[in-house]
């Protein structure tokens, strides 16, 4: 029950900013989309989470389209670490509220 | 970023058998959540649990299963009767004010 379309691969140049697509064309007003990444079947992990401005942290960037169909995580600085599945998700912020994982998109950062 | 322990890591358990898997969470976070994972297949929500009891549980969570806090600190899984089908990642995750933090997982592996 995913509400958000990713490709399923992709590559990156390590070094390099990595852009990972993600459309939510459905979102509704009190939605937020969220980032999260798994590392080789580790638990996954978050990254970041935005209702409608752009928000930036230690670890990416997200923007989000003004009309909020769709967003862009942005990995600043790609590293061989940085590969992962990473899943974009949307979901009411905080609460009892499950996150609903898709396939996720598998980022494979080359050397 | 909070750290929620699940133990054990790998668990190896014969098909009828019952087993128990835990989940250390963070204090003052008050829902918790199981999910699991089959070998390349995505995260699959199982159930939440606030307040010390079911909130939501997903149709994969039958009578077999169940979750408590018997102590009112570690968070539990039990499967009653395990099946070829429950070998899978599992993964214990907690809901904080903005986000949710994931266990490291832990792999059941029935024989």
């Known amino acids: 029950d995913a509400k958000t379309t990713q490709p399923p691969s992709m590559d990156c140049a390590e070094g390099r900013a990595a852009n990972l697509p993600c459309n939510h064309s459905t979102i509704s007003g009190n939605e937020y989309v969220y980032w999260y990444r798994q590392i080789h079947s580790q638990g996954p992990q978050y990254i970041i989470h935005?209702?409608?401005n752009n928000e930036t942290n230690e670890m990416a960037s997200l923007i989000i389209t003004e009309d909020r169909k769709s967003s862009t995580l942005i990995l600043p600085h790609a590293t061989l670490r940085d590969t992962a599945v990473y899943y974009c998700?949307?979901?009411?912020?905080?609460?009892?509220?499950?996150?609903?994982f898709g396939k996720g998109n598998q980022v494979v950062v080359i050397p | 970023e909070p750290e929620v322990t699940q133990t054990p890591s790998h668990q190896v358990t014969q098909m009828g058998q019952e087993v128990i898997l835990r989940c250390v969470p963070i204090?003052?976070?008050?829902?918790f959540y199981w999910y699991r994972q089959i070998l390349g297949q995505k995260v699959e929500f199982l159930v939440s649990?606030?307040?010390?009891?079911?909130?939501?549980k997903s149709e994969i969570f039958d009578d077999q299963f169940s979750v408590e806090r018997p102590d009112g600190s570690n968070f539990t899984l039990k499967i009653r009767s395990t099946k070829l089908e429950d070998s899978a990642m599992y993964f214990c995750a907690m809901q904080g004010p903005t986000e949710a933090f994931f266990g490291q997982g832990t792999r059941l592996t029935v024989v």
């Open positions: 998700i949307v979901r009411v912020e905080g609460g009892n509220n499950r996150l609903a």
């Open positions: 935005g209702l409608k």
């Open positions: 649990f606030y307040n010390n009891e079911i909130s939501e």
């Open positions: 204090s003052n976070h008050l829902y």
